[in-house]
């Protein structure tokens, strides 16, 4: 008996020889279980996202097999760790460097809001910056606590429009970021 | 008792060849510590590394004490390899006009120690090759580790005291 899963097909019109749904539901479905993460590591949460990766956890269950350490064909980046303001225009770089469709994940607690580094070196949140989809609490989080974060990326991916990037409320988002 | 036979050899040449230019001399923990003052400074940081073989600047940095006349210490910390001495040379400069000729002309290493004591505490290195900030970024706009500027980061607003009913 294989012991493969295969995800479910999404809602649709079913009968004898076809099947009839709508294409974002198709892409989302290709795009949710075939994400490339951009690994975006600094500090601790790096190390937990190392074991995320390892044979225990294998966040290649999730389809996300292959870590981008580049901007190219990557459309998750995963921040982890500190981020310094001296850096800041660097992160944004790698976020305007990958093409769309992106989404962003913030692990922890410096890279969501300064963590406990409340100083004047220390870029207070990541959103500050780039806009986030996801953020994962804890300092570090476990890695369990980043195989949720990636599932609500992917349940993001899944379910919003093939066209996101087209929309006015994303359009102004990026453009609060001075993002075109 | 070694060490401080080495030390007050050390402090007998220094009085021998600076006299009344190195003052308040000390031996904290067992190391050598004196002030000495900015126009002689190079030559005592050379007559230490060429005569005394203090062959390594371990660092250069600052302290800030406000509203004393002369409110910024610049501090060296040199290192003898061979007789494995330490000493330490503070110079009090003007807060106001905070300048300091350079080390580079005697250790290529103090470039980017002399870029980070600039960067945190504003102090102006005459004669560097290249007087930038290096840990902070460019448009920061102060040199944050004097007192007069919080660490804490002001942009923050979810530790504002309303938050705690203060």
């Known amino acids: 008996m294989s012991e493969i899963n295969i995800v479910d097909a999404p809602p649709g019109i079913e009968g004898s020889g076809f099947f009839a749904t709508s294409f974002d539901k198709v892409i989302g479905l290709a795009r949710s279980n075939s994400l490339w993460p951009l690994p975006f590591a600094t500090s601790c949460c790096g190390i937990e996202f190392m074991a995320t990766m390892g044979s225990h956890y294998d966040l290649g269950r999730f389809g996300a097999e292959r870590l981008s350490f580049s901007p190219r064909q990557a459309d998750v980046l995963m921040v982890m760790g500190t981020i310094a303001k001296k850096m800041a225009p660097v992160l944004k770089q790698v976020y305007i460097q990958m093409a769309e469709p992106r989404w962003v994940m913030a692990v922890g607690a410096c890279a969501s809001s300064g963590g406990i580094f409340d100083t004047y070196s220390v870029l207070q949140g990541i959103d500050e910056v780039i806009p986030v989809d996801v953020y994962v609490p804890g300092c570090p989080p476990r890695p369990e606590a980043i195989l949720d974060g990636f599932q609500r990326i992917q349940d993001l991916v899944k379910s919003e429009s093939g066209r996101r990037r087209n929309s006015d409320y994303y359009k102004e988002l990026l453009g609060q970021y001075g993002i075109k | ?166």
């Not at chain 2, 001399?25 to 190079?42: N, Q």
């Not at chain 2, 400069?93 to 960067?119: C, F, H, L, V």
């Open chain 2, 1 to 166: 008792m070694e060490e401080t036979t080495l030390n007050n050899d050390i402090h007998v040449k220094l009085t021998e060849k600076f006299g009344e230019k190195v003052t308040a001399i000390s031996e904290p923990y067992g190391l050598l510590t004196f002030v000495t003052y900015k126009d002689v400074i190079i030559n005592v940081l050379s007559f230490l590394k060429n005569d005394l073989s203090f062959n390594f600047l371990t660092d250069i940095t600052a302290v800030h004490y406000p509203g004393k006349d002369h409110g910024i210490a610049v501090v060296y910390h040199l290192h003898n390899m061979v007789g494995k001495v330490r000493i330490r040379i503070k110079v009090f400069i003007s807060e106001q006009n905070p300048t300091i000729p350079t080390a580079t002309t005697i250790w290529k290493g103090a470039n980017w120690m002399e870029r980070e004591t600039y960067d945190l505490f504003g102090v102006k290195f005459e004669g560097h090759p290249d007087l930038r900030r290096i840990l902070n970024m460019d448009d920061l706009g102060v040199h944050p580790m004097l007192k007069q500027y919080p660490l804490e980061d002001p942009n923050r607003v979810d530790k504002k005291d309303e938050f705690f009913g203060r």
